[in-house]
């Protein structure tokens, strides 16, 4: 394992229930691998199709999307404080393939693609149990409070 969930707190601002990684397995030069184990108890489930909970989409992305944050830290070797933030800054090629459900654990594969003054273009991959969920492709960008 590379980053515990308390490692994970001190990279993203995130808290429950928004906070969407568990847990980083891998981290290497452009690419990155973590989970979410998806439980019953998750605060969406009981308005998300009460009678069929399914993971609501955007929220995979979102986990995409914290991934990513985490790798960019990772990358720049930095820690974000309270002047500072990675923001999701966008998305294009979003593919819902599959329906995540209680008692899934998400494995996300995200790999940086390009890096711009600060302006990161990512390719996410969610799978459960090897079968590709949600495909993404995202921007996401530092910025520093004024």
Sequence with gaps: MV???????????????????????????????????????EPFFPGHFPHHPVMPGVLIVEALAQTAA????????????????????????????RQVVPGDQLLFDVSMLQNKRGIYRYRGLATVDGGLAVE???????RVKP
């Design 70 to 97: 985490l790798l960019s830290c990772k990358t720049e070797d930095v820690i974000p404080t309270e002047e500072s933030v990675v923001l999701f800054a966008g998305m294009d090629k979003v593919r819902f393939k």
């Design 136 to 142: 993404s492709e995202f921007l996401c960008a530092f």
């Design 3 to 41: 980053m515990d969930i308390n490692e994970i707190l001190r990279y993203l601002p995130h808290r429950y229930p928004f906070l969407l990684v568990d847990r980083v397995l891998e981290i290497q030069e452009n690419r990155i691998l973590a989970i979410k184990n998806v439980t019953v108890n």
